[in-house]
C-alpha cells in the first residue's frame, strides 16, 4: 500500500490537487450558515405562535459567511482550471475532483443567495426536490413519505411499540456510547471520542472524530443504539476513513451529492442493524411531508401546525419546521437536505441490489472509503485497483462479511417480481 512518503510524481499531484479542495473547502459551513439563532424562536413564542418568524435577507446579511464567497467561487476555479491542466479533460479522478469543485461554487451560490428565492432553487438543485421521481414512471419521495405514513398509523396504536422510557441521561448515554465504539474502532486507542456539550440544538452531534451529546437531553438505549450505528459507524466511520486516505485526501470532506450516500448509508445502518424504530421513522417521513409542503406553497406557520397535529410538543415543531425554512424566509422555498435521508436510503438499497444481481460484491464495502458518492463508485472501484485509493480500514460488521447481506439482497431482488396487491387479495383471509 502506497504511504504518504512514497508516492510517485503522478500519486503527488493528485494528491497536491486533493489537498488543495479539502482546504478551499474548510470555512464553507452549510449549516451553520443557514441556521436561525435563538432570538428567532423567542420572538415567534413572543407572539403567540401567530406570526411568521422574523427572518428574511437582512437577516442573513446581518450574519455574514465568515469567507469573501467571490473570491471561495474563484479558488475553486482555479483548483478545477489546474486539475484539468495537470491530469488532463478525462482523467478519472481528476473528473470526481472537477465535479467537487462545481458542487462548492454552487454550495457558495446558495450561501449568497440566502433569504431569496434562489436559495431554494439551488437547494433542489444541490439535494433533490420531495417531488422527484427515483426512475421514470416510479413514485416520489412525498409519495414515499405519505405511504409510509400510511403504514406507521396502522401500527400507530400498539402498546407493545411504544417507545421506552428515556432514563439514561448525559452521562450515562455518554459512558454506553463510547464503551460501544470502542468494541468497534479499539478501546484505549482514542480513536473516537463521546463527550458532553452544551452548544448544539440536536441530542447528538457528529464530527471528524468525535461525537457531542446535549447535556440536558435523555436517552433510552434503542437512542444510544441509533447513535452507534447512525453516527459512530458511518458518519465518523467515513471520514476516518477518508481521513487514512494517502492521495485522495478529498474522500475525508463531502459535497452535498455525498450527504445523500451518507444519509442513506446511515439508514440502511440503522435498518439492518435492527437500530430503527417507529418512532424515528416517523420523524424522516414527516421532515419529507413538511419539505413538500412548503415546496407547494405553505409557509411556516403551516408547517409548523402539521407537527403539532402530529403530537409534536410546541418547541419541537418549532425545532422540525426551522429545519425546513433555514437559510430561505418562512414563507419561501425550502432547504431540502432533509430530504437525503430516505432519498439516500432507496438509492443505496437498490445500488447494493443490484451489485449482489451482478456479482459486483466488492464494490459494496467501497460505500464505506470515504464521503463517497454513488455515481462514483465505478471509479472508485478502479483506483483501489490502481492503488490510488485505499479499502476501508473501518467496516461495519454488516458489510465486513458479505454472506448474510448478499442472502438477504437476493431473496429481496426475488421478492421484488411480486405483485402486492395480489398478495394481499390473496392473503385477505388469514391476516
Known amino acids: 500500500m502506497n504511504t504518504r512518503n512514497n508516492l510517485d510524481e503522478y500519486q503527488l499531484t493528485v494528491r497536491g490537487l486533493s489537498d488543495r479542495i479539502v482546504e478551499a473547502q474548510t470555512p464553507v459551513r452549510v449549516l451553520d450558515a443557514v441556521k436561525w439563532d435563538d432570538s428567532v424562536r423567542q420572538g415567534f413564542f413572543a407572539a403567540g405562535g401567530r406570526e411568521l418568524p422574523k427572518v428574511d435577507r437582512a437577516y442573513y446579511e446581518g450574519r455574514p459567511l465568515g469567507f469573501d464567497s467571490s473570491a471561495k467561487k474563484e479558488e475553486f476555479q482555479n483548483i478545477e482550471r489546474d486539475i484539468t491542466r495537470q491530469l488532463g479533460q478525462f482523467n478519472p479522478v481528476g473528473q470526481i475532483m472537477r465535479r467537487m469543485c462545481k458542487e462548492y461554487r454552487m454550495v457558495i451560490r446558495m450561501l449568497e ?62 459512558d454506553m456510547l463510547q464503551r460501544r465504539l470502542d468494541l468497534v474502532f479499539g478501546e484505549g486507542e482514542g480513536v473516537i471520542r463521546v463527550f ?120 419541537d415543531s418549532y425545532g422540525n419546521a426551522s429545519r425546513v425554512f433555514r437559510g430561505s424566509t418562512p414563507d419561501g422555498l425550502p432547504f431540502t437536505k432533509d430530504l437525503s435521508y430516505l432519498k439516500g436510503f432507496i438509492m443505496i438499497y437498490n445500488y447494493i441490489q443490484l451489485a449482489v444481481r451482478k456479482g459486483k460484491l466488492e464494490q459494496i464495502p467501497l460505500l464505506f472509503c470515504g464521503k463517497t458518492t454513488l455515481e462514483d463508485m465505478r471509479t472508485l472501484r478502479q483506483l483501489v485497483e490502481e492503488g490510488m485509493v485505499v479499502p476501508p480500514k473501518y467496516l461495519p460488521l454488516q458489510f465486513q462479511d458479505l454472506n448474510a447481506l448478499s442472502a438477504w439482497m437476493c431473496f429481496s431482488n426475488f421478492l421484488n417480481h411480486l405483485s402486492l396487491d395480489r398478495i394481499e387479495a390473496d392473503y385477505a383471509n388469514i391476516i
Not at 275 to 302: C, Q, V, W
Open 113 to 174: 443567495a440566502r433569504g431569496t428565492a434562489d436559495f431554494g432553487l439551488i437547494s433542489q438543485e444541490l439535494y433533490g426536490a420531495a417531488s422527484d421521481a427515483f426512475h421514470a414512471g416510479d413514485p416520489t419521495l412525498a409519495d414515499l413519505g405519505l405511504m409510509l405514513s400510511d403504514y406507521l398509523n396502522n401500527i400507530a396504536d400498539r402498546g407493545d411499540l411504544k417507545d421506552e422510557a428515556k432514563t439514561l441521561n448525559a452521562p450515562q448515554a455518554v
Open 196 to 315: 458532553e456539550s452544551d452548544g448544539i440544538l440536536a441530542d447528538a452531534a457528529a464530527g471528524a472524530d468525535y461525537i457531542k451529546i446535549r447535556s440536558d437531553a435523555m436517552f433510552n438505549e434503542r437512542d444510544v443504539r441509533a447513535l452507534e450505528v447512525h453516527e459512530g459507524l458511518v458518519h465518523v466511520g467515513t471520514t476516518l476513513n477518508g481521513q487514512n486516505q494517502p492521495i485522495c485526501t478529498f474522500l475525508a470532506k463531502g459535497p452535498p451529492s455525498s450527504t445523500v450516500t451518507q444519509e442513506g448509508l446511515a439508514i440502511l445502518m440503522e435498518v439492518i442493524a435492527f437500530a430503527s424504530y417507529p418512532t424515528r421513522l416517523r420523524k424522516l417521513t414527516n421532515r419529507t411531508r413538511a419539505i413538500h409542503m412548503a415546496e407547494e406553497g405553505a409557509d411556516f406557520l403551516d408547517v409548523f401546525g402539521f407537527f403539532r397535529e402530529q403530537g409534536y410538543s410546541e418547541e
